[in-house]
């Protein structure tokens, strides 16, 4: 999906630093095969995005999973994006030659652009999925789906999403329905092909600020009551992050920022949630009454 980005970066402004960054390094992939996926109206095909078999995928084991679809689905699937427009010339060869490139090309393309990035959008995925969770937890179904996108409702136990371009009523019983944070989407997108496992993604919370380090002004107040570093951390935690999330937008160490955490902790304002092998850090209720009295 980050593909999107390059097509049409006044769309996806908050991703302009990357643009700026990676630039340069486009003269080492095979740009053009990237481009040609996606089609006229900007869908990808459905095989380039399979279902994932764990909740934290491997990039390798997923590219394999793209490496081993059936010729017949990424012919499929290929056309399906393409729409009424036909294929582009790059993707009429031979099918086991081209899932070759199109890894390959992938491969290169997360190298160079998204892996040296990766710890700090992984923080904000993670970051957004506890946020769901206690959502969904404190507000049950519809407060979590009301609040994901104004494109989404729910209501009388159906899920009602305005896809452009697609029309279809899903039953989703005894399958399940995925939904995965995506850092560049702006409104949530599914499958092309409804048959398949029925799938979301949706703009992850906290997207916009993933290329940033300034935070939220601070009041002279709030730093000398906590002091600099710890107002900071408790401002930036608008969404739960890591220590080391933390200490790069801070630019300051771990170990700092764990000092920091703990006291901040123990005086009540933050919560920490173990979400995979990372600990996320929140604001408590009394947390979120200080920075509303005194910001």
Not at 34 to 62: K, M, Y
Not at 75 to 87: E, K, M, P, Q, T
Not at 146 to 154: E, P
Request: proline fraction near 7%.
């Amino acid at each position: 999906m980050s593909l999107w980005i390059w097509q049409n970066p006044g769309r996806y402004a908050i991703h302009l630093p990357l643009v700026r960054m990676s630039a340069p390094h486009l003269t080492r992939i095979d740009w053009p095969l990237l481009q040609a996926l996606i089609g006229p109206a900007g869908f990808l095909p459905d095989f380039l995005t399979p279902h994932p078999a764990v909740p934290r995928p491997d990039i390798a084991d997923e590219l394999d999973t793209v490496r081993a679809t059936a010729h017949e689905v990424v012919r499929r699937d290929l056309r399906n994006a393409a729409g009424a427009r036909g294929l582009h010339p790059r993707l009429r060869g031979d099918v086991p030659a081209l899932l070759e490139e199109i890894t390959a090309t992938l491969h290169d393309y997360w190298t160079l652009i998204l892996e040296p990035h990766w710890p700090k959008l992984r923080a904000a995925l993670d970051a957004d999925i506890l946020y769901r969770a206690k959502r969904l937890a404190d507000k049950g179904a519809q407060g979590l789906f009301n609040d994901i996108d104004r494109i989404m409702s729910w209501g009388n136990g159906m899920l009602r999403v305005d896809e452009p371009g697609l029309q279809a009523e899903v039953d989703v019983s005894g399958r399940g329905l995925t939904f995965t944070p995506s850092l560049f989407c702006n409104r949530a997108v599914t499958l092309i092909d409804t048959s398949q496992p029925p799938r979301l993604w949706y703009p992850a919370r906290g997207r916009g600020t993933v290329w940033g380090t300034r935070t939220a002004p601070s009041e002279q107040a709030l730093a000398d009551l906590l002091g600099r570093s710890r107002s900071q951390i408790l401002q930036i935690l608008n969404q739960p992050l890591n220590t080391a999330e933390l200490a790069r937008r801070l630019s300051l160490s771990p170990g700092a920022v764990s000092q920091h955490l703990g006291v901040l902790s123990r005086a009540g304002l933050l919560d920490r949630s173990r979400h995979g092998h990372a600990v996320l850090y929140s604001r408590t209720t009394l947390g979120e009454r200080l920075m509303t009295q005194m910001t």
